[in-house]
């Protein structure tokens, strides 16, 4: 298993739960994740959210993928960042064009919010695997 397995585990299967903490009390929320590269993970939001707020005041999250069927997962856990590259935030914009809806039509608009989790590790997990969670071996990036 490499870094590349992750990105196209995560490509493959966008719908996320993201994990952040608020103090002392962990939140988590589905995301569609924009798309993974051999960089990290990258994702879209409002900067008005408290997600993005609860990212300012502490970086670390935990990103959790699975199948469909539930049959694999996939955990992620690191920092992120906010991107302020223009390039990649008009690509967003493209990309993602429901941003639209919320009046982000250009890419300095401080409203887009747009972050990377460029490192941590990850790994996979199956009900193979229940049990030796502390044994599978992880994948740094």
């Keep these: 298993m490499d870094f590349k397995d992750c990105v196209n585990f995560a490509n493959e299967n966008k719908t ?9 009390q962990p939140r988590v929320r589905a995301l569609g ?14 900067s008005v959210k408290a997600m993005c707020k609860q ?6 999250v935990e990103v959790y993928y699975c199948t469909k069927d539930f ?7 690191g920092k992120v960042k906010f991107v302020d590259d223009v390039a990649l935030r008009t690509r ?13 039509t250009d ?3 401080p409203l887009l919010a747009v972050f990377h989790l460029y ?20 994948v740094k990036f």
């Design 16 to 24: 996320c739960y993201l994990a952040t903490v608020e103090g002392d």
């Design 33 to 46: 994740m924009w798309f993974a590269d051999e960089t990290g993970f990258y994702f879209q939001a409002q």
């Design 55 to 60: 990212l300012e005041k502490n970086p670390k």
């Design 71 to 77: 049959s694999k997962v996939m955990r992620v856990s």
């Design 92 to 104: 967003c914009i493209e990309e993602r064009p429901f941003v639209k809806n919320f009046g982000i």
């Design 107 to 109: 890419p300095n608009n």
């Design 119 to 138: 490192t941590g590790e990850a790994y996979f997990w199956t009900m193979a695997d229940s049990m030796k969670e502390a044994d599978i071996p992880r």
